[in-house]
């Protein structure tokens, strides 16, 4: 057997990049705000934090118009009074409806300090724009049938929705909503985002997007949403190996292989190859290599390679048993592995290879696929995240959990949620893209994760740049636009 050398690294390399921002669970931010507390901040003041960033943000975006402000008991009803003092000290008409009178001692000082009109929630007329202040993340229950409905309607007939921390109905930690959907406008993230925020369904409903910083310290959080990455150029030491080599299986269906081997290209890589059987498919295009093989023998010769950086399987592979064969094989070589496609279809045959395989493997599942690999694996998991975790650990590999909601998890228990997704992305062959442009990230630095997280940065940006109702094909030719979006400068 050939000895492996690794390939020379760094071309395309990482900078530093913004890891991100945090995502928590709602026992990870009440620990987060009680470390605030700790340094003897009172209640008080942090709910005035919290208020008076989020009116700042209601003022910048809605001016004058008359505001209805709709309070819950808790805590999350006191910043709705911050907030109603805070707008009605810039000269906003504001009006509070109240759901109930505030049990907290914050709320109460807050609900003492406001100085305009308080009614009662069921009696209150609709107005321009309403600020949802009912529940944020104490949500522990659906809300009573008749609250919902008036809130609905409120929310509804409004012409701007803002809902503070989260929108009252959906649960912060499952992403799920315990009554029916309900859409806002805009939705004013407290310290940190919530998985409500980023998972689906919750996350589409939520409108735009912000955080409001109130000091507290998400350092150590594991899971965070998805940020721009920071990629390096070329240097004058870099040749074709060292901006990475990938190799693509060929199996049944070659144009797939051929889409991932494009966006490898496009994603930076120095060298792509196709292995396959016989003679080249007739669309093969003069920049793209074909290594020609004669059995899973030469397959097996042709991956020892050590200038290989990345080896992508499972884009058109079929699922016959050549397709078998060459998922063994591909198993079995030295090299970091993307399984896509086909082959995660094949892969609970060979789950007992992945243990111990000295090279990483990333698998990028959509829903189906993600079913077949986990069986039982996180069934108790309270979210999609923690799905994708439970997956990552016991499989020991990498997992890009695709969809609207995609997330991309590390066996170490990193975690990175890419939201919204740019749905013309739900076209033929951009899975196969992703694959490729991921294999090119991958080859180009060797950090898994790091080139599951850019990949799907990448993905995302490229179809922005090619606009609505984009081929797969196009797709790949618009990564080299996206990655410059990402270059260091
Ligand atoms: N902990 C803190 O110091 C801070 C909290 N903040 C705000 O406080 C919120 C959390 O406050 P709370 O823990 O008081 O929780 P909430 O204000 O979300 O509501 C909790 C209250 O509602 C009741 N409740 C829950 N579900 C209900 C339902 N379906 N129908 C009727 N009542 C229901 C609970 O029994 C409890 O009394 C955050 O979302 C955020 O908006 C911010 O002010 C920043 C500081
Ligand atoms: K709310």
Known sequence: MTAIVSPPRSSLALAVADRGSAVLTVAEMVAAEQAIFDTGVSVDALMRRAGEGAGQMIWRIGGTTP??????????????????????????????????????????????????????????????????????????????????????????????????????????????????????????????????????????????????????????????????????????????????????????????????????????????????????????????????????????????DSRIGTVVVGPGLGRDDQ????????????????????????LPGYFASLKGRGAPVLLTPHQGEFDVLAGETGADAINKVARAEALARTLDTFVLYKGADTVIAAPDGRAVIADRRYSWLSVAGTGDVLAGCMAARLAGHAQPFDAMTEAAWLHDRAARIAGPAFSALQLANALPRALETCLER
């Open 67 to 304: 505001t209805l402000v709709l309070c819950g008991p808790g805590n999350n009803g006191g910043d709705g009074y911050v907030i109603a003092e805070f707008l009605r000290a810039k000269g906003v008409r504001v009006t509070v409806a109240a759901l109930s009178e505030p049990r907290t001692d914050a709320a109460r000082n807050a609900r003492a300090r406001f100085c305009g009109e308080v009614v009662r929630f069921d009696e209150v007329e609709p107005a321009t724009q309403v600020v949802d202040c009912l529940f944020g993340s104490g949500l522990t229950r659906p809300l009573d049938g008749a609250v919902w409905h008036r809130f609905a309607e409120l929310v509804g007939q409004a012409r701007r929705s803002f809902a503070i921390d989260l929108p009252s109905g959906a649960d912060a930690d499952r992403a799920v909503w315990l009554n029916e959907p309900l859409r806002f406008d805009h939705v004013l993230a407290l310290g940190a985002w919530k998985y409500a925020h980023l998972l689906e369904p919750v996350a589409s409903d939520c409108g735009a997007l912000s955080l409001i910083e109130i000091g507290v310290d998400t350092e150590a959080a594991r899971v965070r949403r998805i940020a721009r990455p920071s990629i390096v150029a070329p240097d004058a030491r870099s040749h074709k190996y060292r901006r990475g080599l990938v190799a693509v299986l060929v199996g049944a269906m070659p144009g797939a292989a051929l889409l991932a081997a494009h966006a490898a290209q496009g994603a930076g890589a120095g060298y792509v190859k196709l292995i396959g059987e016989g003679d080249p498919p007739p669309q093969l295009p003069a920049d793209i290599v074909w290594q020609r093989t004669d059995g899973a023998g030469s397959v097996a010769e042709a991956l020892q």
């Open 323 to 346: 397709a078998r064969a060459l998922l063994e094989t591909a198993l079995g070589c030295p090299h970091p592995l993307i399984v896509d496609a086909d082959a995660l279809h094949l």
